[in-house]
T-cell receptor, first 115, second 112 residues
Framework: AQSVTQLGSHVSVSEGALVLLRCNYS??????LFWYVQYPNQGLQLLLK??????LVKGINGFEAEFKKSETSFHLTKPSAHMSDAAEYFC?????????????FGSGTRLSIRP | NAGVTQTPKFQVLKTGQSMTLQCAQD?????MSWYRQDPGMGLRLIHY???????DQGEVPNGYNVSRSTTEDFPLRLLSAAPSQTSVYFC???????????FGPGTRLTVL
């Protein structure tokens, strides 16, 4: 079975500062990994995904994530935070052997941006 | 394309009542899923389907039923609502080409 752990339920950064949201996964087979963003009172939107191609994945809104097999990590970063980045972020995992319907989500990290 | 639609947006039930949350997608996706979202717990998979006529249980299936008679629709039924089912429910439709999930806007359910 696979799982994800997001370290830190709440992260606060200043506008213009580096954003780093941490995600570690557990999977006995090669994983597919995702980051989603959820703005208040909305559904989830895909930011980026890793599906065994390039280990550095670029997504929308200037976010990127790096797959590190040795560390079982898939941390999300953005060089310079913007006020509009304030939202909740979810890391998720599935595998090439799982049904695409069985994507498992982490508990989420709420990102706040200080002016 | 409307994408994934969910109805109703809000619902209040009394304990013991039953109801059906509707979900429809117009992207011809074979895969669909239902999740519930609770504070501090992320999204938990309730049931999923890999095609019309095929469904299976996720992490938290108790108290919920699903069926998939068509590719487009994937309703979630609460058989006898309990306060523990107060949550926000999201339906998702998945592209089998790249595993990308498309989420509906959610249904906020309160059980008194």
């Amino acid at each position: 079975a696979q799982s994800v752990t997001q370290l830190g339920s709440h992260v606060s950064v200043s506008e213009g500062a580096l954003v780093l949201l941490r995600c570690n996964y557990s999977s006995s087979v090669p994983p597919y990994l995702f980051w989603y963003v959820q703005y208040p009172n909305q559904g989830l939107q895909l930011l980026l995904k890793y599906t065994s191609a390039a280990t550095l994945v670029k997504g929308i809104n200037g976010f990127e994530a790096e797959f590190k097999k040795s560390e079982t990590s898939f941390h999300l970063t953005k060089p310079s935070a913007h006020m509009s980045d304030a939202a909740e972020y979810f890391c998720a995992v599935t595998t090439i052997y799982s049904s695409a319907s069985k994507i498992i989500f982490g508990s989420g990290t709420r990102l706040s941006i200080r002016p | 394309n409307a994408g994934v639609t969910q109805t109703p947006k809000f619902q209040v039930l009394k304990t013991g009542q039953s109801m059906t949350l509707q979900c429809a997608q117009d992207m011809n996706h074979e895969y669909m899923s239902w999740y519930r979202q609770d504070p501090g717990m992320g999204l938990r998979l309730i049931h999923y389907s890999v095609g019309a006529g095929i469904t299976d249980q996720g992490e938290v299936p108790n108290g919920y039923n699903v069926s998939r008679s068509t590719t487009e629709d994937f309703p979630l039924r609460l058989l006898s609502a309990a306060p523990s089912q107060t949550s926000v429910y999201f339906c998702a439709s998945i592209s089998h080409r790249n595993n990308e999930q498309f989420f509906g806007p959610g249904t906020r359910l309160t059980v008194l």
